[in-house]
């Protein structure tokens, strides 16, 4: 029944079900939190009734608020596919120690287990995931906020039917630079990558030299638009997945849920998000009033002079945004 870390590897190795042991921060080197992980578990694809388990890292600051019913927690949950919650962990400077908040790294990335095989990996598979991860923490209500790709996992999450989710409520839903169709996101991307290359002939830049002129120019204007990369950024680049990327979910679109109502929804994206004002369009109509007879609250803003990483990028205006989002719809 132990928790130990496989430092070779960068992942957390549970024997034994979730919450085995608790591992707790140094108190000195910035808030509390606890780790562990929870089991998930995938059908072997070559060995008929044979089920694997795999560990799912998570994280929660503030866990003495856990239970908290006046103010319940958010989980986070990651994009990429398969970008490690590092980068999310600043988000924590924004809240105070009344509201815990959960992160969690994706089978395939960060301390989590990394299987090769990509039939391990799946959107259903990772919205399975974060069901177990909200069920082996018993959480009853929680707010639910996704940034990017992980924006997907938490829509999906939101609008499958909640007959079966009797123990525990989403309150609210951030979608945070979350594009609604992927494949109209990467050719956004492609587009603003081919408006650089111009630029850089008619600077009268060669061709074979560009490349990486374009990839830096692309990140300080429509990726992340501080000086330098932040620590946090480069730490979870550096922890990524190489299994499962982008190219496994190209055929992702966002359809309206046929059958249970949403939480509130808030849509946040960057002035200079490469997640465009045509990637979100499709949100657009999922909760329009005539999509939505249900009426659940939809609200968008667009933070000014950031891009894809507005919580790196203007840390207070971002903060002040979610802190709002899940006070008003904290009961």
Same mark, same amino acid.
């Given at each position: ?13 549970? &024997?034994?079900?979730?919450? +085995?042991?608790? *591992?707790?921060?140094? =108190?000195? /080197?910035? @808030?509390?939190?606890? $780790? ?126 909640? &007959?079966?989710?009797?123990? +525990?409520?989403? *309150?609210?839903?951030? =979608?945070? /630079?979350? @594009?609604?169709?992927? $494949? ?148």
């Amino acid at each position: 029944m132990a928790t130990t870390f496989d430092t070779s590897q960068g992942v957390l190795s549970n &024997r034994g079900y979730a919450r +085995s042991r608790r *591992l707790f921060s140094n =108190l000195n /080197s910035g @808030p509390r939190f606890d $780790e562990d992980a929870v089991t998930v578990t995938r059908s072997d694809p070559d060995v008929a009734d044979k089920i694997q388990e795999f560990s799912l890292y998570y994280r929660v600051y503030n866990p003495s608020s856990l239970r908290s019913t006046e103010s319940p927690p958010l989980v986070v949950v990651h994009g990429g596919p398969s970008l490690p919650s590092d980068y999310l962990y600043p988000l924590i400077q924004q809240f105070p120690s009344s509201r815990s908040i959960i992160f969690y790294d994706q089978l395939g990335c960060g301390r989590s287990s990394q299987p090769e095989d990509k039939c391990m990996y799946s959107i259903d598979n990772a919205v399975h995931d974060l069901e177990e991860l909200i069920h082996s923490l018993q959480l009853s209500t929680f707010h639910l906020l996704g940034h990017s790709f992980g924006g997907i996992v938490a829509y999906e999450y939101a609008k499958a039917d909640s &007959r079966h989710r009797s123990n +525990s409520k989403c *309150l609210s839903l951030t =979608l945070d /630079s979350t @594009p609604s169709n992927i $494949e109209i996101s990467l050719q956004e991307c492609t587009r603003l990558e081919d408006e650089i290359k111009s630029e850089l002939v008619l600077e009268g830049k060669e061709p074979q030299d560009s490349s990486s002129t374009v990839q830096d120019r692309l990140r300080r204007r429509n990726e992340c638009r501080t000086e330098e990369m932040p620590e946090s950024l480069v730490t979870a680049i550096e922890r990524r997945g190489t299994t499962f990327g982008p190219e496994a979910v190209a055929d992702y679109v966002a359809y309206p849920p046929s059958s249970c109502s949403l939480p509130p929804v808030l849509l946040i994206r960057g002035q200079y998000d490469f997640v465009t004002e045509k990637c979100v369009e499709g949100w657009r109509k999922i909760f329009s009033p005539d999509s939505n007879p249900r009426g659940n609250s939809y609200r968008e803003e667009e933070m000014r002079n950031c891009a894809h990483y507005c919580h790196l990028e203007d840390a207070q205006k971002f903060g002040d945004l979610i802190k709002s989002q899940l006070f008003i719809n904290d009961y």
